[in-house]
């Protein structure tokens, strides 16, 4: 990467567009999913790099810089919160000379003499979130999170849940009004006993102790905050009606006797010497703390003081956060392994000779995506720098350029999927490449086996995905034809199923097959729609399939005319990009799913092992033909999914949400605010009945 000092105007401006999009992307992940994909360390390194780029060149700093935001918008699900105070975040140093800067800035902008001492507290800087809790005469009234630090997360339930959180604060003489702030975290021991659960449920686990804590805090049903291992320490606070105290170690010790939770370790530092000493001293207990820590807090003692310096922009000039250095190690990158996700995504991975990062092995490093190794130029050979922070996947954050090989050659990503060796493509605006041959690459079996019998595809009674991973597993299913086989291997699965102790006993077993098979008798006809959306082609969902069973009217025409289309027959193209409702996105990902032979194959199998009934073409003489229908209640002679189909087989288009341009509502029996939009736009809504009288002999 080029040196900021190196770089030209242009390739600046450029560079901030890049960090933007980056930043903002990088955000929503830490903050709206809770899952971060790179270290915190890698991301500080962006921002400061984002600040460094704007410091020379001021006049570029753009609107939707990242030095401008404090955190991703709180997410919609909860109420929100006007912080009466803003909750804002800390600037970082990531050196002695950083501490120092600071120490001297304190000092010039309060013009204190060169004699006069600054204490300053000094804690851990936890790794978790933060939030706020409000007390009106003792009684917690609210809690919030940070948001983006002016509007948080109303969380007042959850965080009653947490033992550490008193109801109401003890001893007496506090503020009439103080809001008490500090982080939320789950400790090292009780995050891995929760991933344990996790696992044993069958989810995800989650990605480190913090990520963990606010997806437990930050959950609509209060009972499962209330199941997970939350803790809490108190640090700071918002608006307060008075202070217990005039520094911040007597405020802090304040909050203890009112019974919260404050770190122990947290002491008053009177020089630099100090300082830096209670941050190595910290560091070296780092690892056995039980909790995640990313630096130490620094924080000027006297709220007299604290007060005169006040903020810059989102951040005290009274404190600032010395973090630790990222953990990180050098090895050599021995291989480019690209593994194939269940969804077809092609990720590489980075095989490296074994080496010791913050105490652990480690031997793989996610390298992302194609774009990711192309911008950092990683070539196998060369000698790569890895980092890990937490328990967040190690990185390789960049080359050791000097040692690079003579004749390394740049990497080349396959085009091809290395599993199925279909075509990999790559879809405009997106990171990822994904392999076509969906119907048959092993590595998506079944995830496609599963989408092919869902419910709104063959919706096969008796083979649910229990029972698919099972024969999967046996090797009596690999791709969706074999289904139309299984009757000719009954002892096998019969052998499968009772080996895995699915069933027990022979009588049982029996009962057991005669549903699976007759359900899989029972759908060899299927309508056209159906079929099409169980192929499972990238952006084909139920909707467009029906559009184009309705196009196309018989499997034998559409696969025809896909076949023509693969050949590039300008014909065939025209006609599938100018269907309503197909885009450009849309065509290409039908025309590069039957470019794979492997699908082509498939397919003519499953045409000949099934009976696809024709699909009536659009009707276009329906009084609801053209018309825009929302459907909403509950519905009582008929499932959604019905009502969707038919009305759309009349030509109508169905919504799912009610605007000015929804022709008519069909509501049922406690419809709610789509009602009331209903009459707010002045739509004509109609009962279920009304409904089927409308449509009646159409
Ligand atoms: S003081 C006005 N003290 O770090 C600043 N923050 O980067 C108030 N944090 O949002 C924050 N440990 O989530 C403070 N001992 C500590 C902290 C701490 C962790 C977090 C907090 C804050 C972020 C700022």
Redesign the pocket.
Known sequence: MKDVSSLTKAEAKAELKRLAAEIAAHDARYFGKDAPTISDAAYDALKARNSAIEARFPDLVREDSPSKRVGAKPSRRFAKVVHARP????DNAFSDDDVREFLGRVRRFLDLDEGEEVAVTA????????ASLRYERGVLVQAAT?GDGSEGENVTANMLTLSDVPRTLKGKGHPELIEV?G?VYMSKADFASLNVREAEAGREPFANPRNAAAGSLRQLDPAITAARPLRF?A??WGEASSLPAETQDGVVSAFKAWGFPV?PLMAVCRDEAAMLGFYRDIEAKRASLGYDIDGV?Y?INRLDWQNRLGFVSR??RW?I?HKFPPEQASTELLAIDIQVGRTGVLTPVARLQPVTVGGVVVSNATLHNEDEIARKDVRVGDIVIIQRAGDVIPQITGIVAEKRKRGAKAYQFPDHCPVCGSPAVREEGEAARRCTGGLTCAAQRVERLNHFVSRDAFDIEGLGSTTIELLHEAGLLKAPSDIFHLHDKREAVKAAFLARREVKGESKADKVFTNLFDGIEARRRIGLDRFIFALGIRHVGDTTARVLARNYGSAEAFTSAMARAVKGDDAALHELGSIDGIGDVVARAIVNFFADAHNGDEVKRLLMLLDVTDMAKAATGSPVSGKTVVFTGTLEKMTRSEAKARAEALGAKVAGSVSAKTDLVVAGPGAGSKLKDAQKHGVQVIDEDAWLKMIEGL
């Not at 909750?87 to 800390?90: C, D, R, T």
């Open positions: 909750m804002l975040s800390l804690e851990p800087k936890i790794d978790g979130l933060s940070r702030r982080e320490f640090y700071a770190n807090v924080k951040s005290p404190a956060a």
